[in-house]
């Protein structure tokens, strides 16, 4: 007997934090939610069955998107308009209150399945949506990352009543609710990293059904899917530059992927026509924040380049020294994440500045035994970071300087200004808020532990301010990546 075949093509994004505008890169113009909309319209025109769905990280990363909050990025999402969106961790940075404002704004379905009010046990988003398109029922379930946690523990108001329920649970609960349905195709729209995309797919009973895993979080771009357990896992990098395809042929019968092809498509002039609508949207905030963003800050010696959040680099090593020298510690541990560009003047302005650094935070300072410091190093330095795991790192500011051998697990050097750091040594340490809150997940040493050494104390309630006002007191800055960190 003939098998039921439909046609059904999956758009995806995921991270693209505030990637509105296209850039000019080897004479070609790339990227940008104009030429993304053209694309996936010519797509919903070109084929019967499309679905445009995004896993997470809307927003952040743009002058456009901090200065009004978000609230730009919903209206740019509303003319872009995906069938299904999932809450990534960066939907947090405003705060929970204002990301359940901004969902109202928005004219496209939000959803996540294991974020819950754990007084209650209430889902704070819808958990799931089926889409018909051609007869066919198509169940999207949105998951979330536990760095979630982490964004929450800054909003003091709302911060300690999220929990995070387990993903394969949770994904197991819906997909047998939907049993007495006839779903014929099984979506996970995640927002957890690749690697644990992989690990999920492993603990994910084949009878659930689930026949897709579309993540963001890593900003991985895979050459091809990664199957595990008879599920196809893929991401499409980070930003507007690229657009993952499925083209997926639907056993309807047996409900599971017959056929299948997937890409990724480059955003860009010639193949991608740009869409009025956006072009006059983004002109709108754009004449906004040129007027009060361009304004010059600083000239630098070079140009700084911050290339891979996991490693030592010259801009990681001129804004941690900058915090270090404004506050006069010891040591300054920079959230390496918080750097979102890879290159970084020679002119500095206003708006470059945001584009780089759009996670303002306050500046605690800690007391930190030698002991402590190389415990939460061997942690910052684990097997994890170097095995594609979405980890924290941090640059250090000048003085300190690590060797870590990868295969003993061990460093052949820790010294600060010369000389062997002692367990016993005391070190006032510069830290962000999100950090410190967060320090014993992303050190391994509780943070009760270090305050027994002394008082944590608030020493700035903006670092941007602090950064924009040393930049524009220090010109023709060149910093250089000197061997403070070290991994062998």
Known sequence: MAKHLKKLTLLHSNDMHGDFLAEQIDERLIGGVSMLSGYISKVRETEKNVLYCVAGDMFQGSIIDSEFKGISTIELMNLLNPDVVTVGNHELDYGLPHLLFV????????????????????????PCLVKEVDGMKVLFIGILTEDVLSQTRKDDTVGSLIDIADAAQEVERICNSFKTEDIDFTVLL?????????????????????????????????????KVNDILIVQAGIGTDQIGRFDIMVDTDNNCVDSYSWQTLTIEAGTCPTDPDMDALLLKFKKETDAKFGRFISRLKRTMTHPNRYQETSLGNMFSDALKDSFGIDIMLLGSGGLRVQNFGPVVTYADLVDCYPYDDSIYKMTVTGEQLKRMFLFILRDEVWLGHHCEFY?????????????????????????DVEDGQLF?????????????????????????????????????????????????????????????
């Open 428 to 488: 006032v340490v510069g830290i962000e808020k999100f950090h410190m809150l967060n320090l014993e997940k992303f050190t391994s040493v509780p943070l009760e532990d270090v305050a027994r050494n002394g008082e944590i104390k608030l020493i700035s309630t903006s670092s941007f301010q602090v950064l924009e006002e040393f930049l524009s007191n220090h010109q023709q800055l060149n910093n250089q990546v000197e061997g403070r960190l070290v991994v062998v």
């Open 103 to 126: 969902e109202k704004c928005a004219k496209f379905p939000i959803i996540n399945a294991n974020m819950y009010i754990s007084s209650n046990g209430a889902r704070l988003f819808q």
């Open 190 to 226: 995640t927002h957890i990293g690749f690697e644990e995309d992989k690990a999920l797919a492993q603990k994910l009973k084949p009878e659930l059904g689930v026949d897709v895993i579309i993540g963001g979080h890593s900003h991985t771009l895979p050459d091809e899917p990664v």
């Open 395 to 419: 640059q250090i500011s000048k003085g300190l300087t690590i060797s870590y051998n990868r295969d003993t697990h061990s460093f052949s050097q820790f010294k600060f200004q010369g000389n």
